[in-house]
């Protein structure tokens, strides 16, 4: 988990801009498959480029992005934190969903200021995408109105009739631009899996630690069959030399696999105990390596912290 905030806060840093609007065209998101989401993502970062300034495309997604940061999706400051950590003004979100018949294409503009914006468009064949019709008004893109016929006034004879012709029509044609929808909120991140990974990861870190004083016990036992051994010819002491082998290894295992197992179970508990505290009524469960009366061994422990 800290290697990927790092990760996506070396992406972060690698997008600074010079002085002016910073917009980051983000990575798809959604069940399209990945090369129909690579041509979606190129065809917004064109749409982007020829209409907002200060456009540059970036290496994750929104969702990424808020998990680096440590926020949902769908919370209200998560977007401030996301633009905050890219060190940019505005994001665009991308999420691909392929449907019968095509895929259906939802844009969303992110920025510091006002709610978000979004348009959505159908596409037929991924092959070649056309968005600049469909989502072109998000972008800022001018449209095309026809122009308003002036009809010219009949000149007059030298007695003119009655003027009967009406006058031009000047009523403006009517908007047919689509008004952006507030996002809608994106679905949370699943808390049960994140959970199980790390009860996996106690319960397994646990478990190596017993193997670990497993390995030493055998260590033991081929330290005393060392002891006892004879050495008095030659295939005695090449059998010694075995044993003493053969202890070596069994020591080095145990003290890999408890140092494994204590970084493992420790590293599960931590992010256990942090989430714990997010979801603040949720129960505990631990597992700590401690010391008994006649040896060593782990305790298992599920509950409220002490």
């Known amino acids: 988990m800290k290697f990927r905030a790092a990760l996506l806060a070396c992406l972060a ?4 801009y010079a002085d002016g609007k910073h917009t980051m065209v983000l990575k798809s998101e959604g069940n399209a498959d990945g090369k129909a989401r690579e041509k979606i993502d190129a065809a917004i970062l064109k749409l982007a480029k020829g209409t907002v300034e200060g456009v540059a495309p970036g290496d994750i997604s929104f969702g990424d992005a808020a998990a680096a940061v440590g926020c949902k999706p769908d919370a209200p400051t998560c977007k401030d ?35 978000p ?27 095309v ?16 009739p009655p003027d009967t012709t009406p006058p031009p029509d000047t009523t403006p044609p009517p908007d047919t631009t689509p ?36 390995m030493w016990g055998q260590a033991s036992g081929t330290q005393a069959d060392i002891d006892a051994a004879p050495s008095g010819t030659l295939a005695q002491l090449k059998h010694l030399q075995d044993l003493e082998k053969q202890g070596d290894n069994q020591s080095s295992l145990g003290n890999l696999f408890f140092v494994s197992g204590l970084v493992l ?5 931590y992010f256990f105990i942090r989430d714990r ?15 008994l009366d006649h040896g060593a061994g782990v305790v298992f422990t599920y509950g409220g912290l002490p």
Request: aromatic letters at 2%; glycine letters at 10%.
């Open 13 to 16: 840093a690698s997008t600074a």
């Open 81 to 115: 934190d996301v633009l905050g950590m890219l060190s940019v003004d505005e994001v665009i979100a991308t999420t691909v969903t392929r449907k019968p018949g095509g895929l259906e294409v939802v844009v969303r503009r992110v920025q510091k200021s006002g709610a």
């Open 117 to 143: 914006r979004e348009a959505t468009a159908k596409v037929s064949d991924a092959a070649d995408p056309t968005l600049d019709s469909q989502l072109g008004p998000l972008f800022g893109a001018a449209a």
């Open 145 to 160: 109105t026809p122009p308003v016929a002036v009809i010219e006034p009949v000149k007059p004879d030298v007695t003119p």
């Open 179 to 214: 008004v952006a929808q507030p996002l809608p909120p994106l679905p949370p991140q699943d808390d049960q899996q994140h959970t199980r990974l790390e009860l996996a990861g106690m319960i397994g870190g646990g478990a190596i630690v017993l193997l670990g004083f497993v």
């Open 265 to 269: 179970g420790g590293v599960s508990t």
């Open 277 to 291: 505290g997010r979801r603040h009524t949720d129960p505990v469960a631990r597992i700590v390596p401690t010391v």
